[in-house]
């Protein structure tokens, strides 16, 4: 398994789920919606101060973008798509525009704002996020909000960038993601850097244009367009990192703010590469003593033999794959594809009984289980065909972001180093951001404290035994930002809003509904 470097951020691949927020895909929160003719919008002017207009641009030259009207369409259901114009480059608004793709799924009763809405990624769908606006909120909100979402410049249907075809795709995140010695390094490095170089053929000037910086001011133009003075707002996963960057760059323009299972954005690529790798290790711990206790788990009677029993089992698919027969592409599952399966189910406690099938499956030489969870995991159909293009996009964001070390030895010594207290998930996600080493575009992030001062409340949400995006990067940002407001849920998967827990979903909806400030640490 080749890096891929949350999703969901270290973004290794295997964080690579992890910063979308894959209860999108694992706990039925996603929805299938089509842009169907979002058009080019239209102009329509306004002015006023920069926290009582909506429209005030940042810059007069952005003044054709904060200005347009959108041009909302029928799509899918009930709902209603449109076409948001934003430059390629916010520095240079002359030079090139494309089209974001914007869904909107209509507030059910009346309508007290726009509740923009975004699963994580980098590269999960916001409309489709939105499509599925009775999964993501409550039907209290939904009957006040709009909740509209958007597909983030370079995913899906918003310019999308694309380097590899599904094939090549298949190869590269079927690699093995942990290299034991100077010739699978070698190898690892060579393929990190293939594809950045088809990337780099492939996307053109949008290569260099697609940071979260850039992507949430498209946020503020979308902010804008919808007539809304502020932005209310709710992120999971990656969608947290962007809601924490919109806030650093328009603290004036902050209205309710959710973040939930968070990115904190201070974080070094070794802290987070690190970080994920005690947090799934954390949640494969308690994934095994579930399965240990709930008798004949095929792992064995102990927990510590059934951790061990993981670690054994990703050794001898890497040295020898076994059989997968219900995919068309795909005839061995690999450790890439072992792992991404493993880590696919500890998203949501709800899949644990299926990765306890899978592995009796695997143990006795049948790797369809774990594929079809890997194939959820990376939107791909067992036909060999990916419905997105997060798998790609990711790294093209992420590297962005923050700039990688192209020297192998630093490596070598996180998968030392991350071992001794993650010793499952150490070895493969050491190597998570090894990818942008050897990215072809120069980063134009950094790590970066962010207080958001002058914003009103920001409500962020932890999780204790979450895979993805552990707890104490949400009790970093909650004691960061100037106005955070930390609430924890005791709890297994990834994010904790509407997962069936009644004391984080009221104060949740309390806060979008009628600003009631939960104080400053609410545990659930």
Same mark, same amino acid.
């Given at each position: 398994?080749?890096?891929?470097?949350?999703?969901?951020?270290?973004?290794?691949?295997? /964080?690579?789920?992890?910063?979308?927020? =894959?209860?999108?895909?694992?706990?039925?929160?996603?929805?299938?919606?089509?842009? *169907?003719?979002?058009?080019?919008?239209?102009?329509?002017?306004?002015?006023?101060?920069? !926290?009582?207009?909506?429209?005030?641009?940042?810059?007069?030259?952005?003044?054709?973008?904060?200005?347009?009207?959108?041009?909302?369409?029928?799509?899918?259901?009930?709902?209603?798509?449109?076409?948001?114009?934003?430059?390629?480059?916010?520095?240079?608004?002359?030079?090139?525009?494309?089209?974001?793709?914007?869904?909107?799924?209509?507030?059910?009763?009346?309508? %007290?704002?726009?509740?923009?809405?975004?699963?994580?990624?980098?590269?999960?769908?916001?409309?489709?996020?939105?499509?599925?606006?009775?999964?993501? $909120? &409550?039907?209290?909100?939904?009957?006040?909000?709009?909740? $509209?979402?958007?597909?983030?410049?370079?995913?899906?249907?918003?310019?999308?960038?694309?380097?590899?075809?599904?094939?090549? =795709?298949?190869?590269?995140?079927?690699?093995?993601?942990?290299?034991?010695?100077?010739?699978?390094?070698?190898?690892?490095?060579? !393929?990190?850097?293939?594809?950045?170089?088809?990337?780099?053929? *492939?996307?053109?000037?949008?290569?260099?244009?697609? &940071?979260?910086?850039?992507?949430?001011?498209?946020?503020? $133009?979308?902010?804008?367009?919808?007539?809304?003075?502020?932005?209310?707002?709710?992120?999971?996963?990656?969608?947290?990192?962007?809601?924490?960057?919109?806030?650093?760059?328009?603290?004036?323009?902050?209205?309710?703010?959710?973040?939930?299972?968070?990115?904190?954005?201070?974080?070094?690529?070794?802290?987070?590469?690190?970080?994920?790798?005690?947090?799934?290790?954390?949640?494969?711990?308690?994934?095994? *003593?579930?399965?240990?206790?709930?008798?004949?788990?095929?792992?064995?009677?102990?927990?510590?033999?059934?951790?061990?029993?993981?670690?054994?089992?990703?050794?001898?698919?890497?040295? *020898?794959?076994?059989?997968?027969?219900?995919?068309?592409?795909?005839?061995?599952?690999?450790?890439?594809?072992?792992?991404?399966?493993?880590?696919?189910?500890?998203?949501?406690?709800? !899949?644990?009984?299926?990765?306890?099938?899978?592995? %009796?499956?695997?143990?006795g030489g049948d790797g369809n289980g774990l594929m079809k969870l890997a194939n959820s995991y990376a939107e791909r159909g067992s036909g060999g065909s990916y419905s997105g293009n997060i798998m790609q996009v990711i790294n093209a964001v992420n590297c962005l972001d923050r700039q990688g070390n192209s020297d192998p030895a630093s490596y070598e010594?996180?998968? /030392?180093?991350? !071992?001794?207290?993650?010793?499952?998930?150490?070895?493969?996600?050491?190597?998570?951001?090894?990818?942008?080493?050897?990215?072809?575009?120069?980063?134009?992030?950094?790590?970066?404290?962010?207080?958001?001062?002058?914003?009103?409340?920001?409500?962020?949400?932890?999780?204790?035994?979450?895979?993805?995006?552990?707890?104490?990067w949400s009790q970093r940002l909650a004691a960061m930002l100037q106005n955070g407001r930390l609430i924890s849920y005791d709890g297994d998967g990834h994010t904790a809003y509407r997962r069936s827990n009644s004391c984080v979903d009221n104060a949740v909806d309390a806060y979008l509904l009628d600003g009631k400030d939960p104080g400053k640490s609410?545990?659930?």
């Open positions: 398994m080749t890096s891929t470097t949350t999703r969901t951020a270290s973004y290794g691949r295997v /964080a690579a789920i992890g910063m979308i927020g =894959l209860a999108t895909v694992l706990a039925g929160c996603t929805g299938d919606a089509e842009v *169907k003719g979002a058009p080019s919008s239209s102009s329509a002017g306004a002015t006023g101060g920069p !926290s009582a207009a909506p429209n005030t641009p940042p810059s007069p030259a952005l003044a054709q973008f904060y200005n347009q009207k959108l041009n909302w369409q029928d799509c899918e259901g009930d709902n209603k798509c449109a076409g948001l114009k934003v430059p390629i480059d916010y520095t240079k608004p002359a030079g090139g525009s494309i089209e974001v793709a914007v869904l909107k799924s209509a507030a059910t009763g009346d309508k %007290k704002g726009s509740l923009v809405v975004n699963p994580g990624g980098p590269g999960g769908s916001g409309v489709d996020y939105a499509a599925a606006a009775d999964f993501v $909120v &409550s039907s209290k909100v939904h009957k006040s909000y709009d909740v $509209v979402g958007f597909d983030p410049r370079g995913v899906q249907r918003s310019a999308p960038i694309t380097c590899l075809d599904d094939k090549q =795709l298949d190869t590269f995140l079927g690699s093995d993601p942990s290299p034991d010695d100077k010739a699978e390094e070698g190898s690892f490095m060579k !393929s990190t850097k293939g594809f950045g170089d088809a990337c780099k053929t *492939k996307a053109g000037p949008l290569l260099s244009h697609v &940071s979260t910086s850039d992507a949430v001011k498209d946020m503020d $133009v979308l902010r804008a367009a919808l007539g809304e003075p502020k932005l209310d707002y709710l992120g999971k996963s990656y969608g947290t990192f962007l809601g924490s960057t919109y806030a650093d760059q328009f603290p004036s323009r902050v209205g309710k703010f959710v973040l939930d299972g968070v990115v904190s954005p201070d974080l070094t690529n070794t802290e987070m590469n690190k970080g994920q790798a005690e947090g799934f290790e954390r949640a494969t711990k308690s994934y095994v *003593k579930d399965c240990v206790a709930g008798g004949g788990c095929p792992l064995g009677s102990t927990q510590q033999a059934g951790e061990q029993k993981i670690r054994d089992f990703l050794k001898q698919v890497d040295a *020898k794959p076994i059989p997968v027969t219900d995919d068309e592409q795909v005839k061995q599952l690999t450790e890439g594809w072992a792992s991404m399966g493993i880590a696919a189910a500890m998203y949501d406690q709800g !899949s644990w009984g299926t990765l306890t099938q899978a592995f %009796k499956s695997a143990f010594k996180d998968q /030392a180093d991350f !071992s001794k207290t993650a010793p499952t998930w150490g070895p493969m996600l050491a190597w998570g951001t090894a990818i942008c080493g050897t990215w072809p575009v120069k980063a134009t992030g950094a790590p970066k404290k962010i207080t958001a001062a002058g914003s009103g409340p920001i409500l962020v949400i932890g999780t204790t035994r979450d895979p993805a995006t552990p707890y104490e609410l545990k659930c």
